[in-house]
């Protein structure tokens, strides 16, 4: 069956950095849009950013550009997300989608806290 499994969350204080992934296994990731979303307590789930399936093509919410870089090995089946200079409202739930045409898959989510 399909899986996409984040990890790389975790605690970090204003001005660091994460990295997050999500591996994929069940489906053929090279053909795959690769996304980011993320979900504050109370407030929707929004996209963060996307990468096409090759990687030649990126693009980022206002709110993340400059600072979250989205990178992908599809050899290794895997998304990236390179968070730096984090923000306290960057605190959120982060999960990865894959979507082709119009079949979509999500992940489970991983917790990222920015506190002092």
């Known amino acids: 069956q399909v899986q996409l499994v984040e990890s790389g969350g975790g605690l970090v204080q204003p001005g660091g950095s994460l990295r997050l992934s999500c591996v994929v296994s069940?489906?053929?990731?090279?053909?795959?849009?690769m996304s980011w979303y993320r979900q504050a307590p109370g407030k929707e789930r929004e996209l963060v950013g996307t990468?096409?399936?090759?990687?030649?093509?990126?693009n980022y919410a206002d709110s993340v550009k400059g600072r979250f870089t989205i990178s992908r090995d599809n050899a290794k089946n895997t998304v990236y997300l390179q968070m730096n200079r984090l923000k306290p409202e960057d605190t959120a739930v982060y999960y990865c989608?894959?979507?082709?045409?119009?079949?979509?898959?999500w992940g489970q989510g991983t917790q990222v806290t920015v506190s002092s």
């Open positions: 989608k894959a979507g082709f045409l119009r079949t979509v898959y």
């Open positions: 990468i096409t399936s090759t990687g030649g093509s990126t």
């Open positions: 069940g489906l053929t990731f090279s053909i795959y849009t």
